[in-house]
C-alpha cells in the first residue's frame, strides 16, 4: 500500500499552497515549456518530458542583488538583500532535484553563501518521476535515474487517476500533511527506459589525456556563447559587479560562463585561457574531473538541455564516450 | 553592521593615507571601522583581501602589510582597471569595504634557518615585502635573506624608500635592476632572469621566492632550475581572475584547485602538479 | 553528383594540393538528422562533409578565427555576402579564402531531432539564392527573384501602435537570457570588447533584467543597422525563441528606403552609415 492523492485533491492542494507562496511550476511560454511562477492552477503543463531552461533560476537567479550600498551621514551603509516569500517548485523532474543537490555543494560548504541558503531553505521541491524519456536523457549513467527521489521533498508518481506519494522531508510532512493522502495499492509506475553513455571512469580518463589536442579540435566549432552553461541545472559560475540604482548602488550577482572570452582576463591583459581550447577543456574538466573529485557527485545530472540547445552541437555525450577512446592507441 | 554570518558582505573600514610608490602605483593604508572586528583581524604573509571602492566594485590585493607590527592594512594598488582606476581617485577619509583575509600563506616556519631569495617584479613584488619584514623582525630565526627588485624602469620601482633599510639588516644583500634605465639610473640594467643567472643563487639550504608577470615567473623559474633549485624550493603566489575568494564562484578554478582557496601561495612541485598551466 | 559528393571532392582537392589547411563546412549532428559545423583538415575529414537543407550555420564567423591562415570555405547566398562584409570591414583578406560557393535550394524550418519540408520563413521569401562571391560554385546559378513583399510581419509591426509594440517586445525580450548566442554566432558581431561588457563607461553592463535585456537586444541591431547581410543565424540559434530577425529587417527596410543599400552585394561599395560624403543628404526627412 502507497500513499495516493487525487488530480483533484493535488489540484486544489496547489491552489492552496499558491495562497501563501510562490508557486513555480512548468507552464506553455509560446513554443517553450518554461518553470514560471503560476497564476493559476490550470496553467500548469502536464504532457512534457523536461523544461527547456532548468529550474535552478529559482535557487540562484540569473541576477539577483546581493546587498545595497547607500552613502549615509559621512559614511557608508550596507543592506543586505533578504528573500522573503516561501516558494514551492512543482513538477521538477529526478534529474534536476539531483541538480540541486549538486548546487548544494558549493553554495552551503563553509563559509555558507547565505543567499543561496535562504531560497533553499525556503523552497520546497515537489517531484514527478519520470515515464518517458528524450533521447537526449541521460540521467541513469550520470548518478540519477528517472524514479530517483534525491533531493526532493515529496515525490510524485503518476498512476491512473492520481499520483502515487512519497513524502520525504519533514518540509514535505508540513506541506502535504497526512491527512490529505489516501492510500492506495496501485503498483508503482514503470519507470522511463533511459539511454545509456559510458561515463564510468571519465574522470580518470580525461586527466590521463589532458594534453590531448581533442579539446583544440572540438572547439573549433564552438561560438563561446554562455548557452550551455545557462540552460544546465548544475552550472555556477557567476559575476560580482557594482551598479547604480536610483542614488544607491546594487552589488550584483549573475551568471557567468567559463566558455566566454575573457572569463579569466584579468585587468593588465594576461588571459590564461585566451585560447579556445583551453576554455571547452576547462567546461568538461570542471563537469568530469574536478567537481566530482572534490565535492563526490557528479555535475553533470544528464538531462540533455546542453545537447538539445547548443547552437553548432557540442554533445557531451559525443564527448564522454571520445574521452573514453581517447589515449587508447597510445600515443 | 555585523556580517561575520555573511561572508560576501564587505566590513566598513577607511582609507587613512594614500602614498605614491610609483606613476600608477600606490599604496593605500587601511584602517577597519569596526573596533571588535579590527581587534580579531590577523593574517599572515601571502594572504590576500578584496577591497572595495563603493559604486564600482570590488577586487583583491596581495596584503603588503604585517599583522604583528599593528599598523593600518595596506595594499599596493596599480592603476590598471575599473575598480584599481576608482581606487586611485579616492581621498584620504573615504569609506571601502574590505572582505579577508582570504587564502593560504607563505610557510614562514618551514622557511626558519633557511636562506631566503626574495625575487620580484614590477607591482609583483608587493605580496612579497610581508615576506620581508617579517624576516628582518625576526633575523636571527632565518638564514642569509637575498633581495632581488626588478622592474620596467626606476620609477616603476616599488618601496624604493624602504631599500637602504632592506640592505642594512644583518646578512641581507639587496640587488635592483630596470629593464630601461632613466638618466639618472647608474644600477643594473638587466631582466631579472639574466640577474639570476649572473648572480649563480645557490639552492644550498634555500628557498626561492618568485612574484611577477607570468613571463618574468617562466624565464626566471628556468633560470633557477639550471642552477640545481628543486621544484619544491620554489614557490610563488599566483594571480587569478577573483570574484567571491571563497571558492564559490569558480573564477579562478586552475585544474582542481582555487587560487583563493587552495592558493595563491604554490610550491612549483605543486604547480607542476596542477592538469593547467597558469 | 550531387551537392554533397562535390563538395567533398572540391575540399580533398584543397587539402591535399596543401592550398589551404582546413576547409569549414557541415557534417551530420549527433541527432542524425541536422547539420553542424565541422572544420575538415585532411581527406579523411572532408568525408564527413556535407551539404543540405539543414545546413543553417553561417560559416563566416570561423573566418574571424582564422585570420592569415589559408582556409575554404562553405558557403550559401546570404554567408557569401558576410564574406563581402568583413573584407569591405578590412577582417579578413580575400587572398587567403577560397570560397566554394553554393546554390543555395532555401532552409528547411528544423529543430533538435526534428526537421521538415517546410521552407524557414526567411528562406520562403530570399530574393537572391546564388552566392554573390565565391572560387567555386557549386549548383546552377538562378537568377534573382522579384521583390515580392519581402518583410510582411515587419509591415504588420509598424501597423501597431506604439504600446502593443512596446508590450510586444516587453514580452519578447522577458525571456532573454544573455547567452549572447546571438552575438556569437553572427558574422558582423566582432568587436573585440563588446559595448555590453564594458564598465567604464557603464552602457547597459550584463544584469540579466528586462532593462537591460531591452536595452542589449535593440543596441546590438542598431550597431547592426547597415551591415546585417540578412542570414538571421540570431534568430535560429536564440534558445528561446525571440524574434530577432523582425529588429534587422526594420533596418534593413529603412536602410533600403533612405540609402537604396543591401549590405554585402559587393567587398568594396562604401556603407552608408559608415561613410560621410561631401554631398550627403544631412536631413532624413528629405
Known sequence: MSKFISKKDLNAWLAKVRENRRLVAPTKVDDLILFKEISRVEDIVSDYVNTDLSPKEFLFPPTEVLFSIEKKNGGVELTPARV??????????????????????????????????????????????????????????????PDDPSGFDIMLAEVKDGYLVQVLTEKGKALLPDSTLSESSEAKPKAADVSKVPAEG?????????????????????????????????????????????????????????????????????????????????????????????????????????????????????????????????? | MSNNKNPLLPHLATLENVIDLTPDVRLFQIELNDADFKAKFDYKPGQFIFVSAFGTGESPFGLTSVAHRK???????????????????????????????????????????????????????????????????????????????????????????????????????????????????????????????????????????????????????????????????????????????????????????????????????????????F | MTETEQIRSKAKELLDGKKVDCVIGYERATDGKNARPMFAYNAKDADRLIFDQTCRHNLVRYLLNRKDKPTAIVVKACDSRAVNLLINEHQIARDKVVIIGVVCPGLVKTDWNKTGDKLRDACQICQQRTPVVYDVLIGEPKKPEPAADAYPDVAAMEGKSVEEKRAFWEKEFSRCIRCYACRQACPGCYCGECFVDRLDPLWVGIRIAPGENEMWNTIRAYHLGGRCIG??????????????????????????????????????????????????????AE
Request: some cysteine; hydrophobic content about 35%; proline content about 6%.
Open chain 1, 202 to 331: 571519465v574522470n580518470k580518463k580525461l586527466r590521463q589525456n589532458f594534453e590531448d589536442p581533442y579539446w583544440n579540435r572540438l572547439a573549433d566549432r564552438c561560438i563561446h556563447c554562455n548557452m550551455c552553461s545557462y540552460v544546465c541545472p548544475t552550472c555556477y559560475c557567476f559575476d560580482i559587479r557594482d551598479y547604480p540604482n536610483k542614488g544607491k548602488t546594487d552589488r550584483v550577482r549573475s551568471w557567468e560562463s567559463c566558455q566566454s572570452a575573457g572569463f579569466t582576463k584579468i585587468a593588465g591583459g594576461h588571459d590564461p585561457r585566451a585560447n579556445k581550447g583551453t576554455r571547452m577543456r576547462q567546461r568538461f574538466a570542471h563537469k568530469l574531473l574536478y567537481f566530482p573529485e572534490q565535492f563526490g557527485v557528479s555535475h553533470c545530472i544528464g538531462c540533455g538541455r546542453c545537447v538539445k540547445s547548443c547552437p553548432v552541437n557540442i554533445d557531451i555525450r559525443e564527448i564522454i564516450t571520445d574521452v573514453q577512446k581517447l589515449g587508447a592507441k597510445g600515443e
Open chain 2, 71 to 277: 599598523g593600518p592594512i595596506e595594499v599596493a594598488v596599480r592603476k590598471v582597471g575599473t575598480v584599481t582606476s576608482s581606487m586611485h581617485d579616492l581621498e584620504p577619509g573615504a569609506s571601502v569595504g574590505v572582505r579577508g583575509p582570504f587564502g593560504n600563506f607563505f610557510p614562514m616556519d618551514q622557511f626558519k634557518g633557511k636562506n631566503i631569495h626574495i625575487i620580484g617584479g614590477g607591482i609583483g613584488f608587493a605580496p612579497l615585502r610581508p615576506v620581508i619584514l617579517t624576516i628582518l623582525d625576526h633575523r636571527s630565526d632565518y638564514g642569509d635573506l637575498f633581495i632581488l627588485n626588478g622592474a620596467r624602469s626606476p620609477s616603476d620601482l616599488v618601496f624604493a624608500n624602504e631599500f637602504d633599510t632592506w640592505a642594512a639588516a644583518p646578512k641581507t644583500r639587496l640587488e635592483l635592476t630596470v629593464d630601461a634605465k632613466d638618466d639618472k639610473w647608474t644600477g643594473r640594467v638587466a631582466l631579472i632572469p639574466a640577474v639570476v643567472k649572473e648572480l649563480q643563487l645557490s639552492p644550498a639550504n634555500s628557498v626561492a621566492i618568485i612574484c611577477g608577470p607570468p613571463i618574468m615567473i617562466k624565464f626566471t623559474l628556468t633560470e633557477l632550475k639550471k642552477l640545481g633549485f628543486a621544484d619544491e624550493q620554489i614557490v610563488t603566489t599566483l594571480e587569478g581572475k577573483m570574484k567571491c575568494g571563497l571558492g564559490k564562484c569558480a573564477r579562478c578554478n586552475v585544474g582542481d584547485k582555487y587560487v583563493c582557496k587552495d592558493g595563491p601561495v604554490f610550491t612549483f612541485k605543486q604547480i607542476s602538479g596542477l592538469l593547467e598551466q
Open chain 1, 84 to 145: 522573503e516569500k516561501e516558494t514551492v517548485i512543482f513538477g521538477m523532474r529526478p534529474c534536476d532535484a539531483k541538480g540541486v543537490v549538486a548546487l548544494d555543494k558549493p553554495f552551503l560548504e563553509e563559509p555558507t553563501d547565505p543567499l543561496y541558503k535562504e531560497h533553499r531553505d525556503k523552497t520546497a521541491l515537489v517531484g514527478i518521476s519520470c515515464l518517458k524519456a528524450c533521447a537526449e536523457c541521460f540521467c541513469s549513467s550520470m548518478g540519477s535515474g
Open chain 3, 231 to 284: 542570414c538571421y543565424a540570431c534568430e535560429l540559434v536564440c534558445p528561446v525563441n525571440i524574434p530577432l530577425s523582425l529588429l534587422n529587417r526594420k533596418l534593413e527596410k529603412e536602410v533600403m528606403r533612405l540609402f537604396k543599400f543591401q549590405p554585402g552585394l559587393d567587398p568594396e561599395t562604401p556603407q552608408p552609415l559608415a561613410t560621410f560624403q561631401k554631398d550627403e543628404k544631412l536631413g532624413v
